[in-house]
């Protein structure tokens, strides 16, 4: 028991013992100095008189000695002894690396007091003036000394008082002890300074025992949580739980913090005012002596408003915030997650491809506030349609793309773009009382038939969609690799086509057309033709889309129109001066809003008289951007040219709209004309379309008269011109002046040729 013990207390001592040395007494030099200086006499009077320090050595003394070299061991502390008028410092201290009382040695040491920190001496001296003056019992300092005199400051608790004075009382010698308390000095400081930062900190800290009871709260705490340190002290820590967390969340937070000593993470508590706060957790274990009754040590930050701004920022990343639907980039991580599924499980994917049909022409005449509203009716019905369990989302203007996963292949795809074109068959609501119907083209691509990245199945889509778009719209279309060969050779025509009209190549022919009740040719209509060099005869219906979207159709439509006047103007010189010519005219080219000038310009360059001319342009055309157009169309009319509308029956104007434009003729779809004599509803329409537009005082032609019977219906129900096969195929400028010329009037019969 005893050598344990003493063992111990050399352990713990040893370290102190080391850095203490010895006691000061510092003060008392520049004390004596001060007090005594106009007192030589006295002080050489001193000298002569002081008696050795050398301690007594009688038997009776050995004992008292041995008491205090033990007294000396096991207290740590020093003992010091200052002669005042000689001012030297005798220190003695037992020999720390003595293991037992016997082993003792006592050190001792002569010399000068040692530094104490300029800091410190001031209180120094004033102790020690207190205690010499008699004013204090005792001299008592905690101050910082070198005492090893190597620069190293140790902190050291001196006590003494005197114990020897001169005859007229002054004091000669004063002794003490003192010790090294350096590291619980520093531990103090520690502690006071960690309770500081505690109380400072923007983070809630608080300290729970071992029953997860609360033991203390910083301000921050009692700011985060609402409650206030008396409120809480004492409490369990369940008290701020959320129910948001289930049982398995907590169970896995104390296995956490038992293995590790520590767990971090986001944990919603519940404020005294019953809001519920998003925390980011803290919590370090601090063991205690016996491991079993440890500390937690939680610091919280209140991170509610920095997750919400988080998801705010999440939200405007991924989400279109006009429609709320996934925006692109939310779209491209899905579709790639949904293909590294399909991968695993063998499963398909499918794209489509949404684009509404001229959404553009009805954002730029009802405004664009409408056509987001449109817009949004349009998202919800998609995502209606398809159900919540697939991806719908906005890329761009009116392109809405759905991501279907879980899907059996194309047929079920098909079947959804099927779903989706019905559901647009029912106008959609946008507000009060306003309606109107839009119809989707839908491009699909399917993984892995069609392509394995989200990009190329992306990329198919869209090409998918334009083959939708360009097999009349309101359809939906499989991607097919002939798609993209379309396409290609599409780039390589349109650029070929940009060469034509300086290479020559474009030419235009004629194509009669017959007046059933004068029976003569009262003029032909002027058709493009393109003979590349690389590809041969390209038909209009080709190339004239091409020159549209390229905006090269204004250069070719300009020049059609004055080749056709020039052909004309031949022709009138030829003495046929009662001739008219009709020429196609171009979506791009009207709503330029300058074809009147255009128009005008050519009428005076070529001399032919504006009555003798002829635009056609088709329903689509018009009705594309109707009040504008009208404007156009009016210019144009009171140049004195005549206006048709071409392809009549093919799209949606109604014949009272038509009313309201400056027309003057109208050509029957030669789809109509086709079935005459073998449909009765392309009968009844054919002839419909006749009154209706002789009660309109416009002229009728039907386009595409290939057989008599065809013509002879359309002479019975008083359609007034004819143009088709039957008459005449298109010719050059040539041919036709002679077609025109041996044309026998009043046969009824085209003249062989
Ligand atoms: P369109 O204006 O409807 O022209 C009539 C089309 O029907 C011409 O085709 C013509 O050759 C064809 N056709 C004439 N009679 C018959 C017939 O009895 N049966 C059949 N099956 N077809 C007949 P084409 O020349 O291939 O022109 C196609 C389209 O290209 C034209 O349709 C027109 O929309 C456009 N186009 C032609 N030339 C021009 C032009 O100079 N400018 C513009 N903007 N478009 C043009
Ligand atoms: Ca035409
Ligand atoms: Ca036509």
Redesign the pocket.
Known sequence: MHHPSVAAILATASPLSSRLPLMLLAGAVLLAVIAIATRRWWQAWLEAQRPPLEPPRSESLRSRDERLKLALWASGEQFWDYDLVQRKLHRMRADENAVQSADITVLTRHGEVPAIHEEDLPLVMERLRLHLQGKAPLFMSEHRMDVQGNGTWVWVRARGRVVERDDDGRPVRIAGTARDITVSRNAEHEHRIAGEVMRSMNEAVAVLDWAHQFVTINPAFTRITGYAEEEIIGQPMTMLDSDQHEEAFFERMNRELRLTGRWSGEIWKVRKDGEEILCRIETNVVPDASGERPLYVQVLTDITEQKRAEQELRYLANYDTLTSLPNRSLLSERLSRAIVRARREHGHVAVLFIDLDRFKDINDSLGHATGDRILRAAAARVQQTVGTEHTVARLSGDEFTVVLEDIDGMRDAEGIAQRIIQAFRTPLNFGERLELAVSPSIGISLYPEHAQVPTELLKHADTAMYQAKAMGRHTYQVYSESMDEKNRHRAILASALRRAIDRNELS??F?PRLSISRQRVTGA?????WDSKEFGMV???QF?PLAEESGM?LE??AW?LREACLTLREWHEAGLEELCMA????AT?LQRGDLQTVVARTLEETGIPAHRLEL?L?ESVIMANPEQNADTLRACRRLGISLAI??FGTGYSSLAYLKRLPLTTLKID?EFI?DLTHDTDDEAITSTIITMGQSLALKVVA????TYDQYEFLRNHGCDEV????VS??LTADQCLRFIREYYPGSGIRAAS
């Open positions: 235009l022919v194509q209509e002027a058709l493009l033709r038909s209009p219906a004239i159709i070719l439509g059609a020429v196609n005219v171009s080219q056609e088709t071409d392809d030669r086709s386009e595409g008269v290939e143009q088709g096969h039957w195929q298109a």
